[in-house]
Structures are given as structure tokens and as C-alpha cells.
């Protein structure tokens, strides 16, 4: 039976060896507002949020964000084009912070 591509070398089932250069590889990405030492500050500054409500509050921060992105977008749009430019650049300032919020799971 002849293999599908005859002039290429076979690929070994299982993982690559560890000793691979597996490329340059992106930054660490947050994974909340509370990553890389953050939650040792927050439990001092908000002592009395629960874990529910901290998510509720921090949720609330990334909806300010996201409003806040939509508004300035908005402002730029209105000086470029006028009226139609300021209602794109909200919709387009406010999608674009979401989907980075999102993507970066800091609203769940």
C-alpha cells in the first residue's frame, strides 16, 4: 500500500520531543482583574466582598469600561464624520472593548 505523500517523511503519533523550539510565544494573558498578585491588594482594600460579589463588582468595572471605550469612540467618530461618524465609533468602541474584555476573561 503507498502512502499518501511519498516524498514526505512519516509523522510519529504522540507529542513533539521536549527539547523542540516550540517558537516565540505570546505574552501571559490575565486571566482576570485578579491575576499576578492582584487579589492580595484587592482582599485589603474591599475587605468585606464575598467571591460572588467581587465578581459582581469587578463585572461592573468592565461594563464601565466598555461604556467608557463606546463614549470616547463616539466623540472621535462625531469629529471625524459628524452624526453618523459618532453613532459608528460608539458601536464600533463599544464592540471592540467587549470582545477584548471577553477574549481576556475579565467579564464573565
Known amino acids: 500500500m503507498s502512502?499518501?505523500?511519498?516524498n514526505r517523511?512519516?509523522?510519529?503519533k504522540g507529542r513533539p520531543p521536549p527539547h523542540r523550539y516550540r517558537g516565540g510565544g505570546l505574552p501571559i494573558r490575565p486571566?482576570?482583574?485578579?491575576?499576578?498578585g492582584l487579589k492580595?491588594?484587592?482582599?485589603?482594600?474591599l475587605p468585606t466582598l464575598?467571591?460572588?460579589?467581587?465578581?459582581?463588582?469587578?463585572?461592573?468595572v468592565g461594563s464601565v469600561?466598555?461604556?467608557?471605550?463606546g463614549a470616547i469612540w463616539a466623540v472621535m467618530g462625531f469629529g471625524i464624520?459628524?452624526?453618523?461618524?459618532?453613532?459608528?465609533?460608539?458601536?464600533?468602541?463599544?464592540?471592540?472593548?467587549d470582545y477584548s474584555l471577553r477574549k481576556h476573561r475579565l467579564i464573565r
Do not use: E, H
Not at 40 to 45: G, P
Not at 65 to 69: A, E, T
Open 3 to 6: 502512502r499518501p505523500y511519498p
Open 9 to 12: 517523511r512519516r509523522k510519529r
Open 31 to 36: 486571566n482576570s482583574f485578579q491575576d499576578f
Open 40 to 45: 492580595a491588594i484587592y482582599d485589603l482594600v
Open 50 to 60: 464575598g467571591a460572588l460579589n467581587r465578581r459582581r463588582f469587578f463585572n461592573q
Open 65 to 69: 469600561i466598555v461604556l467608557g471605550m
Open 81 to 97: 464624520a459628524g452624526p453618523v461618524g459618532g453613532v459608528l465609533g460608539a458601536g464600533a468602541g463599544s464592540a471592540l472593548a
